[in-house]
C-alpha cells in the first residue's frame, strides 16, 4: 500500500522518507544488501584467487637450490692453477689403500683447479687418496722457514648413484668429504730422519649434487718454536692432503693453496 509517509525499513535500519510502498523499499534495500553481499563475497574470493596465484607463483618462482659455485680466491699469492701448472704435485701410492689415478687441471664452472681423477681400482673401504704438493717447488727453499700455515680448498665429486640417502634414495653425490694431512718437517729423530707432523682434520660435505662446493682446509705448524716447520736446507718440504671415509666413487680436487707467514701475510709463489 503506497504510503506518503516515513518508513523504517528494519534492512538498513534507516527511515526512508520516500513515499513508496513499504515493501518496495524493504524490497530495494534487500536488493542493495544482496548487492553488498555478493560484491563483498567476489572480491573475498577474487582476493582469495589472487593469493592463490600469488602463493603459486611464489612457490614457482622459488629458486631451485643451485649447485655449489667454486671459490674465487682474491689473494693475489694464491695458487689458482690458472697457468695450467701441477708439476709440484703427485699422487702417493705408499700402500694398498692408497687411491690410483691420475692429476690433471679442469675446468669446474669456469674455474680451473687441480683434480685427481681416482681410478676406482682400489676398494672404497679403506680407500686414501693421496696427494703431495712440493711447497719447495712453489715458494723456493729460502722461503719454507716463514711458511707457519697453508690454506686451501677441496672438492668431491661423485662418479656413481650409490650414495644412500636417509630417505633410502640412491644419489650421485660425494656425501661425507674428511680429508687431513701431514709434513715431515725439520727437526730430526735421533735416526736422523725428519719428523712427522700431523695437520688438523677437516670435515664437509655435499649431498644434492654431483660436485661439493668448497671445504676450506687450513693446516698449521703450531710447533714451529720446537723445529716443528720447513727449513731452508729442505728441497723435498712436500705436505700431503689426504682424503678418507668416502661413502661413494669420487674424485677429488684442490685450488687456492695459500702458504702464510707468522704475521698472517701471505707469501709469495715463485
Ligand atoms: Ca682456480
Redesign the pocket.
Known amino acids: 500500500m503506497p504510503s506518503d509517509e516515513g518508513v523504517f525499513c528494519k534492512y538498513c535500519l534507516t527511515f526512508k522518507a520516500v513515499p513508496f510502498v513499504k515493501g518496495d523499499i524493504n524490497l530495494n534495500c534487500t536488493k542493495f544488501f544482496a548487492l553488498v553481499f555478493f560484491t563483498v563475497i567476489s572480491v573475498f574470493f577474487a582476493s582469495c584467487s589472487k593469493d592463490g596465484i600469488e602463493l603459486s607463483e611464489t612457490a614457482d618462482s622459488t629458486p631451485d637450490k643451485l649447485p655449489p659455485v667454486p671459490v674465487e680466491c682474491s689473494d693475489p699469492n694464491a695458487l689458482?692453477?690458472?697457468d695450467d701448472d701441477f708439476s709440484f704435485a703427485k699422487v702417493i701410492n705408499d700402500d694398498r689403500e692408497s687411491a690410483e689415478g691420475e692429476l690433471s687441471v679442469v675446468e669446474v664452472q669456469g674455474?680451473?683447479?687441480l683434480k685427481f681423477s681416482d681410478d676406482m681400482t682400489v676398494p672404497l673401504k679403506g680407500k686414501v687418496q693421496k696427494i703431495s704438493i712440493n711447497s719447495a717447488k712453489i715458494l723456493g727453499t729460502e722461503r719454507l722457514p716463514d711458511v707457519r700455515r697453508i690454506e686451501f680448498d677441496l672438492y668431491a665429486d661423485a662418479t656413481a648413484p650409490d650414495y644412500v640417502n636417509q630417505d633410502g634414495n640412491s644419489m650421485q653425490v660425494p656425501g661425507t668429504i674428511n680429508f687431513g694431512g701431514g709434513t715431515v718437517v725439520a727437526l730430526t729423530d735421533s735416526k736422523g730422519k725428519g719428523k712427522w707432523y700431523d695437520f688438523a682434520e677437516h670435515e664437509g660435505g655435499e649431498y644434492d649434487f654431483e660436485m661439493s662446493g668448497a671445504v676450506h682446509g687450513v693446516f698449521k705448524f703450531l710447533l714451529a718454536e720446537s723445529g716443528m716447520c720447513w727449513s731452508e736446507d729442505m728441497d723435498d718440504a712436500n705436505f700431503l692432503i689426504m682424503r678418507w671415509g668416502s661413502e661413494n666413487e669420487s674424485n677429488l680436487y684442490i685450488?687456492?693453496i695459500v702458504f702464510y707467514d707468522a704475521d698472517g701475510n701471505s707469501i709469495p709463489v715463485r
Open positions: 689458482t692453477f690458472d674455474n680451473k683447479m685450488d687456492n
